[in-house]
């Protein structure tokens, strides 16, 4: 996903950005996309953690749905 770093949130189409983020998650190569329930795992565990903000860690400023689909990466609280 890319966002426009001259843009403010008020200008962004928000829906089209977060579809283009599931679209990117969708088509991630096998090889190091994170399987199913390990996602849904990592996810519930962000759910709960108070750096959850709007979908982003307050941690590092990812979504945390794009963090948990790749295998190797890692949960910047060290969570998961």
């Known amino acids: 996903m890319r966002i426009c770093k001259g843009c403010l949130i008020r200008e962004i189409d928000s829906q089209k950005e977060y579809q283009n983020m599931f679209d990117?998650?969708?088509?991630?190569?096998?090889?190091?996309?994170?399987?199913?329930?390990?996602?849904?795992?990592?996810?519930?565990?962000?759910?709960?953690?108070?750096?959850?903000?709007?979908?982003?860690?307050?941690?590092?400023?990812?979504?945390?749905e794009m963090r948990a689909a790749i295998t190797t990466n890692s949960c910047p609280n060290k969570k998961w």
Do not use: D, P
Request: charged share 25%; with cysteine.
């Open 24 to 64: 990117y998650i969708e088509r991630l190569n096998e090889e190091i996309k994170t399987n199913h329930q390990v996602y849904e795992i990592r996810l519930r565990i962000c759910k709960e953690c108070y750096s959850l903000m709007n979908g982003m860690c307050k941690h590092c400023g990812c979504f945390v």
